[in-house]
């Protein structure tokens, strides 16, 4: 999806209580949360494989788990954008 261009940029994120009733500053934060761990995931699968593991065995054992559930992140991510979409034209 187009949000991850954004990797290094701001994102409207809910900083009031008010902010997690509104769709679009939800949306931010799960687009947010995706691209964060993304990070973190390539950084450590990065680090065992200059620590001279295995690619495969550092992607089966280390990191896959996690890459999963970025995987179901990413899910929510669309679906919702996608059904925000909707809503707002109706």
Known sequence: MSYFKRIDGEFNLPD???D???N?????AFKHSTI????????KMMEHI?????PKAVFDYMVG???WELG??????????NAIDRMNSI
């Open 36 to 43: 964060k761990n993304t990070q973190v995931v390539g950084a």
């Open 50 to 54: 200059g620590d001279g593991m295995d």
């Open 65 to 67: 788990s996690r890459l």
């Open 16 to 18: 009031s209580k008010e």
């Open 20 to 22: 997690f009733s509104n």
């Open 24 to 28: 679009q500053k939800l949306l931010e």
């Open 72 to 81: 179901k992140l990413h899910g929510i991510v669309s679906i919702a954008a």
